[in-house]
């Protein structure tokens, strides 16, 4: 009997390349797949304060100063995706003006002063292709009560609505497929496929079971998970505030999706999926720590015919707003 010395560059390549020697076929059970499913996953923040600035930074009670943000959109679509979020705006809002320091004298929307008087601190940007930029403006005027040295950060944020989409792959074999090749010795664990589309928020739909599932009767069943992250540089927001909860940014059942293509029928997975999402997110999911808890959906039929190994792929969607924030820091001295 052959004894294999694995050296630590070995052990290094049988961790890179799987479980498998490579350059043969032996396959080495008792290493696990210690890097899961085989995720890619594309970048995360799409639109973004490119820069922030006031000029000047430092002023005297009476002077006026003019704040420049440059919104820039570096995903791969046009925001709001039109197909997705009809009617939907980015919003640019000055929220934080240090209110007593300063006032606000107008708005200038991509070069345009803004006519809207009841919101002089808003600023909407109708599309943003990919690469885009555009600038949005405030004229700020700093008060004359300032009595002493005052410094204050001033704080904008670009709000936008977004959908992004994961695709995960699930592979089943025929049980008596799977006896057979178990029999010849070829029999191979293997993960999913995952894609983690753009956007900030991202949807992790994960097969919890051993892959290839194997079927052997239409009352089989396999267990899926679902979580989703908040994986950019800003914070999740509600699209429709009437939904609003204090305190909580939820999401919504309605905002999550699940799409199987070619499917029908009661074996639909991504139909079961849907049912397993409006049981255990009737009233939302809670966002704690940058990310959802983990929902089971452990009760998903399989398909009913599997001729040797099927693989089914699952896209999964969730629809949210986002908010990028920056802040710049300003200086009100009056004169000695």
């Given at each position: 009997m052959k004894k294999l010395l694995l050296t630590p560059l070995v052990i290094m390549v049988l961790l890179a390349s799987g479980c498998v020697v490579p350059g043969t076929d032996i396959d080495i059970p008792f290493l696990p797949n210690i890097f899961g499913s085989k995720t890619i996953e594309y970048p995360n923040d799409v639109i973004v304060i490119k820069n922030l600035k006031a000029i000047p930074s430092n002023v005297i009670p009476g002077q006026t100063i003019r704040v420049s943000a440059y919104i820039q959109n570096i995903g791969n679509d046009a925001v709001p995706q039109q197909d997705v979020f009809s009617g939907k705006e980015i919003e640019v809002q000055l929220y934080d003006y240090c209110q007593g320091m300063f006032t606000i004298q107008k708005t200038i929307c991509n070069g345009q002063e803004t006519q809207n008087t009841n919101s002089k601190n808003t600023c909407t940007i109708k599309a943003l292709y990919p690469s885009q930029v555009v600038p949005v403006e405030w004229v700020l005027k700093?008060?004359?009560g300032t009595p002493l040295k005052t410094s204050c950060d001033i704080k904008i944020y670009a709000k936008y609505p977004y959908q992004t989409k994961s695709i995960t792959s699930v592979t089943f074999i025929n049980y008596e497929e799977m006896q057979r090749l178990m029999n010849e010795g070829k029999f191979k664990q293997i993960t999913s496929y995952i894609t983690e589309g753009f956007g900030p928020v991202k949807p992790y739909l994960l097969?919890?079971?051993?892959?290839?599932?194997?079927?052997?009767?239409e009352n089989d069943k396999t267990v899926f998970s679902l979580q989703i992250k908040n994986k950019g540089s800003g914070f999740?927001?509600?699209?429709?505030?009437?939904?609003?909860?204090e305190f909580q940014i939820l999401i919504l059942p309605g905002d999550?999706?699940?799409?199987?293509?070619?499917?029908?029928?009661?074996?639909?997975?991504?139909?079961?999926?849907k049912k397993c999402r409006d049981d255990k997110t009737e009233d939302g999911l809670p966002i704690i720590n940058k990310e959802t808890p983990k929902i089971i959906c452990d009760n998903i039929p399989v398909p009913k015919v599997v001729p040797k190994q099927?693989?089914?792929?699952?896209t999964t969607s969730v629809k949210y707003a986002y908010e990028f924030r920056k802040s710049v820091k300003v200086t009100v001295e009056?004169?000695?």
């Open positions: 700093a008060n004359k097969v919890e079971d051993k892959q290839p599932i194997p079927v052997q009767s999740v927001s509600y699209l429709d505030d009437n939904n609003k909860k999550i999706d699940f799409t199987q293509p070619g499917a029908n029928g009661n074996k639909n997975l991504a139909e079961n999926l099927t693989t089914i792929h699952i009056p004169k000695t």
